[in-house]
């Protein structure tokens, strides 16, 4: 069974801490995604991994980072949260492209 | 750049009837697929259909069915008999060559025993 797991469904946190979201995929996918769910937003792309080590921008990249240090392991970093970003935070992998093709359960991210 | 649009925010059904789901595009791309994925609540996304844009033919996978209108850049879903577990968030999306990949807004599906 295909499994997308993220570390926390959800958490709070106060503005200026550091936040670290985790995700894992047990299915050997090269692309892992980071995106943001809003009400009236849709999912935008925060980053795309394509590779251990390898990332690109999406959309809404500001105030975030990410690491890929091993294949099945994508992590958000929020460097100092702030209040705007409190939202839904989805992963997702795919084997190839850049279409997600299996979601984790997201993380409901409050900062307060 | 892609966009894709939902102008319904919100939709019902009764159970057991049918329902569709508006989605627009639009792309200069020629070679592009569609999807259509599903969220219920508290639950993980799914992806419920996709259509290859150079296949005429409507993609179909049980209850769920597309209307492919390639000039119109129009792909709407349809839900056949439709069941209280179809009660969710659904998003329309598209991508191109490269890593371009575009979700809509979402509409989320009421259905009523």
């Known amino acids: 069974d295909v499994k997308v797991t993220q570390s926390s469904r959800y958490l709070v946190k106060r503005t200026g801490e550091k936040v670290f979201l985790e995700c894992v995929q047990d299915?050997?996918?090269?692309?892992m995604f980071w995106y943001r769910q809003d009400p009236g937003l849709g999912l935008r792309l925060i980053y795309f991994?394509?590779?251990?080590?390898?990332?690109e921008k999406g959309d809404i990249p500001e105030g975030y980072s990410v690491s890929r240090e091993k294949k099945e392991r994508f992590s958000l970093i929020l460097e100092s949260a702030s209040t705007n970003q409190t939202s839904m935070y989805l992963c997702?992998?795919?084997?190839?492209?850049?279409?997600?093709?299996?979601f984790g359960p997201g993380t409901r991210l409050t900062v307060l | 750049a892609q966009t894709v649009t939902q102008s319904q925010p919100e939709m019902s059904v009764q159970e057991a009837e049918t329902v569709t789901l508006s989605c627009t595009y639009d792309?200069?791309?020629?070679?592009?697929?569609l999807f259509w994925y599903k969220q219920p609540p508290s639950r993980q996304m799914i992806l419920v259909i996709r259509q290859e844009a150079y296949k005429q033919q409507n993609a179909t996978e049980n209850r769920f069915s597309v209307n492919f209108q390639k000039a119109a850049k129009s792909f709407s879903l349809k839900i056949s008999d439709s069941q209280l577990g179809d009660a969710a968030m659904y998003f329309c999306a598209s991508s191109g060559t490269g890593n371009q990949f575009y979700f809509g807004t979402g509409t989320s599906l009421t259905v009523i025993p």
């Open positions: 792309t200069s791309e020629s070679d592009y697929y």
């Open positions: 997702a992998s795919s084997f190839g492209g850049a279409r997600p093709r299996y």
């Open positions: 299915m050997d996918h090269e692309n």
């Open positions: 991994s394509y590779d251990v080590k390898m990332k």
